[in-house]
């Protein structure tokens, strides 16, 4: 079942992260442009190769989201780099579809010379990758000051006497960086990304990358992510859901909180009731994702999405609906994502006892709030699913502290 295409894989991964600080993601994009620029004239690579390395150097700062929050790119581009770059080698190692390449964002700021004995396949993307985004940042640091001759002086030292020569006579014939000023490097972007090919599990791999993208925002938001999606799990089996439902249900969990990338920390984690107009913010997040993935990712799953805040009793948001005018499968969203709130960790209380959530959900059910029958599945095997859920998170928290360990590891071993 095709719910989402290839390229529309890497529009949403990197709308999402625009939403945590949009300059990373600019500073990416133009990065790739010279890159694939670089790597096209080569003559060496297939259309389907340009674009998983275009989207490799788009998401090259990754790591910088966790290291670095809010911090101008130009800031740890020139500073400490190590933070970051090991982070995003972490990212794809454990999380993305890109694992063999992995090592390219733990190298891409390494100088040239020392890296002149790394035996590594790809070796010659890391040389290229470390000139581009070094001409991208000094472009935008210096403006119209930039002599792009400047790295001459470096060859050999800082930056491969190879990728210098590609780098010159690539922007001599084709302008890049006069693309790059006008912005119509965008266009030509896009024309590659259609070129992207991901298996299935690839796909799977790269959405629920996005989780961890939700992490770099708030720890909260991530675990409730993965708290959801193994309740919708449970609740599908429960349910009698076709494996088309539970496929669709699986994918809108762990998306349908990914438009809290646009809320700020402070207010995702504020330790107290929020004022009205943060209340605002926070429910804009709903809308925010709908126009990321409208279009992009099957119609039905963007749906359930869009009213995992509605309520039966029409007292929900952002439209506003009644029972009558959402499926089962939306309804089931709805109770996951209650019951996820209710059991987590909260900055301002802790998760509420067994008996608690039961009367609560018993509660919105008889007055309509959320649908009957799907509370009373859950509320009916109440012990079961939730140590499943807990034996579930379990797991994820694993790869997670597994991650922030090897960074530990990683970064001592590349002082």
Not at 217 to 235: F, H, P
Request: charged share 30%; proline share 2%; aromatic share 10%.
């Amino acid at each position: 079942m095709d719910l989402v295409h290839s390229k529309d894989i890497y529009y949403i991964m990197r709308d999402v992260l625009k939403l945590l600080d949009p300059r990373t993601v600019a500073h990416g994009q133009r990065t790739a442009y010279i890159l694939y620029r670089m790597l096209k004239s080569l003559n060496r690579y297939e259309m389907y190769e340009l674009a998983e390395y275009a989207m490799i150097a788009v998401i090259h700062d990754i790591g910088a989201f966790e290291t670095d929050r809010g911090v101008d790119p130009i800031q740890y581009e020139t500073r400490e780099f190590m933070p970051h770059s090991i982070y995003g080698y972490l990212f794809l190692l454990y999380i993305m579809p890109f694992k063999d390449r992995a090592k390219i964002l733990l190298y891409h700021h390494t100088d040239y010379a020392k890296l002149e004995k790394l035996k590594y396949e790809h070796k010659d993307i890391i040389d290229y990758l470390n000139l581009a985004e070094k001409v991208d940042v000094y472009l935008n640091l210096l403006g119209e000051r930039f002599d792009v001759n400047v790295f001459k002086k470096q060859s050999g030292t800082k930056y491969s006497p190879q990728a210098l020569d590609l780098f010159y006579s690539v922007n001599s014939r084709f302008d890049v960086l006069g693309h790059i000023k006008s912005g119509d490097y965008l266009a030509e972007l896009d024309e590659l990304f259609e070129y992207l090919i991901f298996t299935n599990q690839e796909k799977k791999d790269s959405i629920a990358g996005l989780m961890y993208c939700v992490g770099f925002r708030s720890e909260y938001t991530m675990l409730d992510v993965v708290t959801c999606e193994n309740i919708c799990s449970q609740l599908s089996r429960r349910l009698g859901f076709t494996l088309e439902e539970e496929e669709k249900l699986h994918y809108a969990a762990i998306l349908h909180d990914a438009g809290m990338c646009s809320v700020p920390q402070e207010i995702i984690e504020a330790p107290r009731k929020l004022t009205d107009e943060e209340m605002e913010t926070m429910r804009k997040h709903v809308d925010i994702l709908d126009e990321i993935l409208r279009g992009r990712f099957d119609q039905e799953v963007v749906d359930i999405i869009k009213v995992h805040h509605e309520r039966g009793n029409g007292m929900g948001y952002p439209q506003g609906l009644d029972a009558s005018q959402m499926t089962r499968i939306q309804k089931a969203l709805q109770v996951a994502d209650t019951i996820t709130g209710l059991t987590s960790v909260r900055s301002y209380r802790q998760p509420k006892s067994k008996q608690q959530v039961i009367e609560i959900l018993k509660s919105e059910a008889s007055s309509g709030k959320l649908n009957a029958e799907i509370v009373r599945k859950f509320t009916n095997s109440y012990d079961e699913i939730m140590d499943e859920v807990k034996e579930k998170n379990e797991e994820m928290l694993t790869m997670y502290r597994k991650l922030r360990d090897n960074y530990k590891t990683t970064y001592e071993q590349n002082k």
